[in-house]
């Protein structure tokens, strides 16, 4: 049963994203494994009422979408040449209502994000540092590969982020004009840039569902193959100072907003946020510049352009928490004011219409959506929050309706809509999996230390049990357990017999901001406390057994893990601990993350994990991926030289550690490759089963 547990969950198609237009059109991003099994690839649904038509099909998968109102559809994605092999870079593609898949541009090192506005395509491209367009791109591009050259100079922080390396290209904003028939300008371009392509399934009439720059990706037969011809030309614009870190774009694609990341004075790291002019020549203008306390981030633009969501964030510092909201910007006189002063949870707005807001956020281990017009002290509750057990998030408007992902613990992610008046929630056609594992969910309730009421979610095997428990300290630290996942699902350990809990300890989003004042400037303190007064009541409980248990997490919660091992003995018979903080000093001065290191330097001296190496006694299975830039594996390596050095856990009759190193050399903070994922199971339900039940595991035969 548990193998078919992880199988199901992790063959199950996957709802990975939605893109909507203002006038109604919905698409799904999907993902599923490949025709091998041991990869993903993504395809483009539209959801059409009651119905899904297909838009791709084929082995490449889609990477940025952008949708138009006139049913263009507008992507990216890679060839797959005769050797089944994707291309290096992706290439843009535009789907039309009828007809085939067209390739619209190619470029080395392909195209980021995309958006459509107004007669224009804007995206996001990597571009060499020393190149004014994409010209001269191509030739210094070219002959730093001829070259076979890998070094990158930096001049600023951070070099890398989560699982790459940055440099030595920057990115940078670029618009194209869209032509007024772009079937037209496709038919006169070269042959190299059209390729074959099935019909397209967006007016039903193909069967099979659709055309794709997987299935249009025959291979690059152009004469020429360092200058291929382009259907769309895209012009560099003028960006500030800084590294560009995010993007919106107004309705009439005239103008931008822009984070870029920049280090001056003794800061560093931090993003400022720019108004860009995208078709004339006024100079990047700055709107917000960051503070050690403040920051400021891109959010959409108002209907008619004269006014801009921002995010203003205060900065965790040594004495100050993070603290997140949203205000209005006048885009004229550069005011702002901000919005909901009241509603005590971190919310994501964007526009219904030019009065009114909607945003989604967590709320008590769920989600809520909100409403209220952008005046308002406060809005009101329209869908979700306490009494249901979902949560909301990639909201969107489309023909007057809030399109969103829903999902909850139990339940995998699918699209509904959101009627703005009377708050109804209505699921859509669902191009993803609805997965059905085993087990029940229920809630824990304590109290803690300090008063403060806590809860937790509880899956449960079937049967009256005892079973035996696992706890699962959540990541973040901003963060909390309210949404499905395939990364750290409990269904795989519940259909193991395995109890799982979920906690929202200190620091844990959807509670107000005093929930994460009570733990934000001491990690391991009262975030701690928390978990176990949540533990404790849950070992309380007749179908749980107090004496089978172990603890688990990954990233914040890794650190939990190992904090954990170091000050309860044996309390647990075995820990797991992923992508986790073991030495917070040392990670202070390797991660991507340029706030961490002056936010700890006050808690280094009091909450290092390292500092109780000595004093653990239960077994720990460490996981690492070597590609982890904003947890390095540096981390990894020092908790597993330390667990032989100074640890107090016994060794076996052979005289050998009771500790294991799950170790992926291809894998970020996240273990995202299909196999990797199955093993990621297994090993740490071999680690449970050993040390919690007493069982003999048989390691896979592809760990070798």
Not at 276 to 300: H, I, K, M
Not at 342 to 353: K, N, R, S, T, Y
């Amino acid at each position: 049963m548990t193998s078919e547990s992880i199988e199901t969950l992790l063959d199950a198609t996957r709802l990975a994203a939605l893109e909507t237009t203002e006038g109604g059109r919905i698409l799904a991003k999907i993902s599923s494994p490949d025709a091998k099994g041991t990869a993903y690839r993504s395809a483009l649904v539209e959801i059409d009422g009651e119905h899904l038509l297909p838009l791709t099909r084929g082995s490449a998968s889609v990477g940025a979408v952008a949708a138009a109102e006139d049913g263009t559809t507008f992507f990216t994605a890679q060839r797959v040449g005769e050797d089944g092999e994707e291309a290096e870079d992706a290439q843009l593609w535009a789907l039309p209502v009828r007809g085939e898949a067209r390739e619209l541009a190619s470029r080395p090192g392909g195209f980021g994000g995309l958006t459509v506005a107004g007669r224009h395509l804007v995206t996001e491209l990597e571009v060499h540092s020393q190149a004014s367009d994409e010209a001269e791109h191509r030739e210094l591009s070219t002959k730093r590969k001829d070259a076979k050259v890998t070094a990158a100079l930096h001049a600023g922080f951070p070099t890398r982020y989560w699982d790459h390396d940055l440099g030595p290209t920057r990115p940078v904003l670029a618009i194209a004009a869209l032509p007024d028939d772009l079937a037209s300008a496709e038919r006169t371009a070269a042959p190299g840039a059209q390729r074959d392509g099935a019909r397209t399934g967006a007016t039903g009439a193909d069967s099979d569902g659709g055309a794709t720059g997987a299935s249009a990706g025959a291979p690059h037969t152009d004469a020429d193959e360092d200058a291929p011809t382009q259907v769309l030309h895209f012009r560099h614009l003028a960006m500030p100072d800084g590294r560009l870190e995010s993007w919106s774009v107004d309705r009439e694609g005239t103008r931008a907003l822009v984070g870029m990341v920049d280090s001056r004075d003794d800061l560093v790291g931090v993003p400022d946020l720019y108004l860009l002019d995208l078709v004339g020549e006024q100079p990047p203008r700055l709107l917000r510049e960051a503070t050690a306390e403040l920051e400021y981030g891109p959010g959409e633009f108002s209907p008619s352009g004269d006014r801009a969501l921002i995010g203003r964030h205060h900065s965790w510092t040594e004495s100050q928490s993070l603290a997140a909201g949203a205000e209005v910007l006048d885009l004229a006189t550069g005011e702002s004011r901000p919005v909901w002063p009241e509603l005590d949870h971190w919310f994501e707005p964007i526009w219904l219409d030019e009065s009114t807001l909607v945003a989604t956020s967590d709320d008590q281990g769920r989600g809520a959506v909100w409403i209220g017009g952008v005046d308002d002290p406060a809005p009101r509750r329209l869908a979700g929050g306490p009494g249901q057990e979902l949560t909301f998030s990639s909201a969107s408007v489309a023909g007057g309706a809030i399109i969103a992902s829903a999902s909850g613990i139990a339940v995998a992610p699918y699209p509904v809509r959101i009627d703005p008046a009377t708050g109804t929630v209505a699921a859509l056609a669902n191009p993803a999996d609805a997965v059905t594992l085993p087990g029940t969910l229920t809630e824990v309730t304590a109290t803690a230390e300090d008063g403060t009421a806590l809860r937790a979610w509880l899956r449960l095997p079937e049967g009256v049990g005892p079973h035996p428990l696992v706890v699962f300290a959540h990541g973040g630290p901003w963060g909390s357990w309210n949404a499905w996942t395939y990364r750290w699902n409990p269904g795989p350990f519940v259909a193991a017999g395995f109890a799982v809990l979920l906690p929202d300890p200190a620091i844990s989003t959807g509670y107000g901001q005093a929930m994460i004042d009570r733990g934000q400037h001491q990690l391991g303190g009262t975030p701690f406390t928390d978990i176990m007064a949540l533990t404790d009541v849950t070992v309380g409980r007749a179908d749980i057994d107090a004496e089978r248990t172990a603890f688990a997490g990954g990233s914040y919660g890794g650190y939990m893990a190992n904090w954990v091992a170091g000050r309860t003995g044996d309390r647990f018979r075995c820990i797991v601990t992923h992508a986790s903080l073991w030495d917070t000093e040392s990670m202070g001065h390797t991660t991507d993350n340029a706030g961490w290191e002056r936010s700890m330097r006050g808690q280094n001296a009091h909450y290092n994990p390292k500092d109780f190496a000595g004093e653990i006694v239960a077994p720990m299975l460490v996981i690492h991926g070597d590609k982890d830039y904003r947890v390095p594996i540096a981390q990894g390596h020092a908790l597993w030289y330390d667990l032989h050095e100074f640890s107090a856990t016994p060794r076996d009759a052979a005289g050998r550690t009771q500790h294991r190193y799950l170790y992926f050399p291809d894998e970020g903070h996240w273990i995202q490759g299909r196999g990797n994922a199955q093993v990621w199971y297994e090993t740490f339900l071999g680690f449970l089963d050993t040390h919690v039940r007493g069982q003999v595991w048989e390691r896979p035969v592809v760990l070798g």
